[in-house]
């Protein structure tokens, strides 16, 4: 399966997008991409697996790690679930991040196996879906993109092409930063040991 990671640092940039210097990048000294400035991101409706709407502050009161991908991704969204699951085992205040899972794909993830998924990381893990157009728009605000790759025949199985990008909101819900999964370990670890402990 291949992933956009490529084409949204390519956009990113043209639509104001600062890739960050690692070393001199404050307060995201890891993050490889930072919007300048902090970008608002919509409230849209999203649900969980089982159809239950997701809580109105899924993506506020707390740092957020939002990740997109979907349930039957067989390489890309594990590694990445296990990298933040690492990520965020090692933080001193867990409490103060939650990690949100959002489907891409809810004709196959609207149900049960979207919250076994995610939950197979770390049960604290929340994962969501909902309509085309509200994931599309949750999409849009952090430069996300992801493409249905059409089945060989009709009616079979399909994968799906998506950003490789873990996407930081700050505590009101504005996008700040994103990380590579993976790229180095600990990175997201030593930012955010410090950014709970300086902001709360």
Known sequence: MRTLLGLVLILGVGCGVAACDR????PYP?????????????????????????????????WTWLYFGFANCPDVC????EYAAREHAKLRHKDR????????????DRSPKLAR?????????VGVTGERAAIDQLAKAVGATYVIDP?????G?????????VFVLDPTGKWVA?????ATPGAMTADFDRLTQEKH
């Open 157 to 165: 199985d399909y994968t799906v092409s998506h950003t490789n990008l």
């Open 117 to 125: 998924f995610v939950s197979f990381y770390d049960p604290a893990f």
């Open 23 to 26: 070393q001199d990048a404050k």
């Open 151 to 155: 089945p060989a025949k009709p009616g």
């Open 97 to 108: 991040v939650k990690v949100v899972f959002v489907s891409v794909d809810p004709a196959r």
């Open 78 to 81: 594990p590694l990445a679930l």
């Open 178 to 182: 994103s990380y590579v999964p993976g």
């Open 30 to 62: 890891h993050a490889i991409l930072t919007p300048e400035p902090a970008r608002e991101v919509p409230a849209v409706a999203l649900v969980t697996g089982d159809g239950k709407p997701a809580p109105r502050d899924l993506l506020t009161g707390h």
